[in-house]
């Protein structure tokens, strides 16, 4: 896996492990901050390994659909799940705005708890791509952070909201 690129995004929260699996993992919180400035509606959340997230992000009279398949849920610690853009009925296929977008990615979301605070870091690697995939996800990975960073800004409100 070391000679597939990875984007790595490292950051820490103001709140507790426990406030920040909560925005990770309630729907309701979820679909606020996943998928900034676009309405996020959340099909189906079934959180354990082989359960599946359905998530429809709509924008511009359009939805881009995409299903996170579960391979590991440790609360509190660690969210592993696959990431791929789907068709309306939730059936794996390429990516309609990005057709050499890697069919699938490996996501990894740990969480470590630091007193009041929480050092949450993402990563996305490549999952049975093709070099044509592959490639296709180095010249994108500029541009990941600015979406994750949008996200998270909402996600800090929201954890504002719980904290009170």
């Not at 426990?18 to 309630?26: I, K």
């Not at 901050?33 to 959340?45: A, C, D, Q, R």
């Amino acid at each position: 896996m070391s000679d597939l690129p990875e984007f790595v995004l490292d950051r820490e929260f103001n709140a507790p492990p426990a406030l920040v699996w909560q925005a990770w993992t309630d729907p309701k919180f979820l679909s606020r901050w996943y998928g900034p400035n676009v309405e996020t509606v959340i099909h189906k959340f079934d959180l354990k390994p082989g359960g599946v997230w359905l998530n429809e992000m709509k924008m511009s009279g359009r939805s881009d659909f995409s299903r996170m398949d579960f391979q590991e849920v440790l609360p509190e610690e660690r969210l592993v799940w696959h990431h791929a853009s789907t068709d309306a009925d939730w059936n794996v296929v390429s990516n309609p705005m990005m057709p050499d977008w890697p069919r699938t990615l490996l996501t990894i979301v740990t969480f470590a708890g630091t007193g009041n605070a929480t050092k949450v870091q993402l990563k996305w690697i490549p999952h049975d791509a093709s070099e044509a995939e592959i490639t296709c996800f180095k010249g994108a990975m500029d541009g990941f952070g600015s979406g994750w960073g949008a996200g998270y800004a909402i996600l800090d409100d929201i954890l504002e909201e719980l904290k009170a």
